[in-house]
């Protein structure tokens, strides 16, 4: 049955809230939509953009989280899930499976995506490279800085 006694009605509109730094990787720039206070932490939603070009990426990670989409919104992205590499364009629903190894390692300078992963206070693990990771795209100098 859907518990609504833990929850409350949340609505951000885009001057609500701005994006800001100091996320888990400092090269993006993360806008709150509100859905961890909504939900008493039981999951967060924030639109990610990318403020700096690709030089290291994010290194091979996992998430202990029970669930994490990403609808690519802008732009696009180079994942690597663990052996597999996946380009993510605008439109595109990428559901990483609890656990799985990734590593984003090369995005567009517009890339934006709307990021959903339960709970809220998910932790990041680093682990051990599943394989080599290609080098990202060099940005054009105008958009470097």
């Known amino acids: ?10 609505h951000v509109r885009p001057g609500d809230t701005e994006y800001v ?3 888990l990787r400092d090269f993006f720039l993360y806008r ?3 859905v961890a206070e909504a939900t008493g932490g039981k999951v967060i939603a924030h639109l990610v953009k990318a403020n700096m070009a690709p030089e290291a990426g994010t290194g091979w990670h996992r998430h ?3 669930f994490q989409i990403v609808l690519m919104l802008k732009g696009w992205a180079r994942f690597m899930y663990e052996e597999r590499m996946t380009l993510v364009s605008a439109g595109d629903c990428v559901h990483q499976a ?3 190894r990734h590593y984003l390692f090369d995005y567009s300078p ?5 990021e959903i992963v339960s709970p809220a206070d998910f932790r990041t693990v ?3 490279p599943a394989c080599a990771v290609p080098d990202p795209t060099p940005w054009p100098a105008t958009q470097a800085a």
């Open 1 to 10: 049955m859907l518990d609504r006694t833990t929850t409350k009605f949340s």
């Open 21 to 23: 730094s100091g996320g």
């Open 32 to 34: 709150d939509l509100g």
């Open 64 to 66: 202990e989280a029970d």
């Open 98 to 100: 609890p656990g799985i």
């Open 110 to 114: 517009d890339m934006e995506y709307l």
């Open 126 to 128: 680093d682990v051990a």
